[in-house]
């Protein structure tokens, strides 16, 4: 029997400080803010995601609403990224496994969120992307892991059921170098900018 596909959860609830604000808003050199490039490459593979906020972001909410997305408010997102999470799983608490995702990270290639999903699918308990020995983003996790993921709190995200659970993690080794390119500054968005995908 065909197991279901997970949720798709798009962390979209950080402050982008070190960008100087708007970060998720910044075009890509298509014209597509880097949110809605990020939330659209889950939604190419997924069936359900949905993309947790953080409360007073309207410009942000609006652009990923008229893309068609779904989303979830997080009062607690400002004490740290376990809270998003927890806040995404928790908008999807039904879903048999989630794919977790960074809304700072638009250069993920749908074909590599794919293979996780079939990894998960297939019976691994948390999947993991890696690229040249680094492991990258997005991450995912089978139903087993609820009660933990709704656990989180703090900054490290997930980082302790990953540490817990070393076992579990089943490493999918990719030439996409979209796992590993998240955007922080202005620099960073210029240099993806100019870096061939999946290389």
């Known amino acids: ?22 970060k998720l808003l910044h075009p890509l050199p298509d014209g597509t803010p880097i949110g809605v490039a990020a939330w659209r490459n889950l939604n190419r593979v997924l069936p359900s995601v949905t993309v947790v906020v953080r409360p007073g972001d309207a ?3 609006r652009a990923l609403l008229d893309a068609g997305a779904t989303l979830a408010r997080c009062p607690d997102a400002h004490l740290g990224m376990g809270h998003s999470l927890t806040c ?68 490290s ?15 999918i080794d990719t030439d996409d170098t979209g796992v590993l390119q998240d955007i922080d500054t202005r620099e960073d968005a210029q240099r993806l900018a100019h870096t061939p995908r999946g290389l």
């Open 88 to 155: 995404g799983v928790a908008a999807t608490a039904d879903a048999n496994g989630w794919v977790v995702a960074l809304a700072d990270m638009p250069a993920v290639l749908p074909a590599t969120i794919e293979s996780i999903v079939q990894r998960l699918i297939s019976g691994a308990g948390i999947v993991v992307p890696v690229h040249r020995g680094r492991r990258g983003h997005p991450v995912a996790f089978s139903a087993a892991y609820r009660e933990r993921l709704l656990a989180l709190s703090g900054d």
């Open 59 to 61: 410009l942000l909410e």
């Open 1 to 22: 029997m065909q197991l279901r596909a997970p949720a798709g959860v798009l962390l979209a609830a950080g402050a982008g400080s070190r960008f100087g604000g708007g």
């Open 157 to 171: 995200g997930a980082r302790s059921i990953l540490r817990d659970n070393a076992d579990a993690v089943v490493c």
